[in-house]
């Protein structure tokens, strides 16, 4: 019969991912004729416990790129998106959310311009992102032990006689 430990360590105690679509607007100082690009990046951003619940809070930074005046004249205008986001994740094995819990937050998709439009001095754009969020915490196992240990191999080199009547041949016996 075998004997059991536990062991305690850290593991990913509940894991889940979210997709965010959101709207926002700049406001410029010209009208706009075309939106020549639109760029997300500076992307921030950091997991917490909230609860029963885990945030995210970030920022990144938006550079719409557009021209003005029948597209003879170009600008670029630059906005700070400050997000904080909530996650209801499962948690694994009746596991808690404690102080000694870890979160982790990974990007699965970048915060990419999905959308852009123009209404007067208006730029509207949609910025879509993924999360994924990872919870680490204290864990205990069970392992199987075995009392019983392997017996040792001997290990015998091998010396063919060849070598053997060569050693005999180079000894001189006058050092001896």
């Known amino acids: 019969m075998a004997a059991y430990k536990e062991i305690v360590t850290k593991a990913i105690i509940g894991k889940g991912k979210k997709s965010f679509k959101n709207n ?18 500076n992307h921030k951003f950091k997991g917490y416990k909230s609860g029963e619940q885990v945030g995210v809070s970030g920022s ?19 906005k700070k998106i400050e997000y904080n986001d909530t996650f209801n994740v499962r948690l694994r094995n009746q596991a808690d959310l404690s102080d000694e819990t870890d979160i982790i937050v990974r990007p699965l998709y970048q915060p990419n311009c999905s959308d852009v439009r123009i209404e007067g001095n208006k730029i509207h754009f949609t910025i879509e992102k993924e999360l994924g969020v990872e919870i680490v915490g204290e864990t205990k196992m069970k392992i199987a032990i075995e009392e019983d240990e392997d017996p040792w191999d001997i290990i015998e080199d091998e010396v063919k006689e060849e ?7 180079e000894v001189k016996e006058e050092y001896l």
């Not at 926002?24 to 990046?41: A, M, N, Q, R």
């Not at 070598?163 to 041949?169: A, F, G, P, R, S």
């Open 24 to 41: 926002y607007d700049i406001e410029v100082e010209v009208e706009p004729s075309t939106v020549l690009g639109c760029w997300v990046i």
């Open 60 to 78: 990144y930074d938006v550079n719409i790129w557009y021209s003005y005046e029948n597209d003879s004249k170009t600008m670029v205008v630059n």
């Open 163 to 169: 070598d053997l009547q060569t050693i005999d041949e």
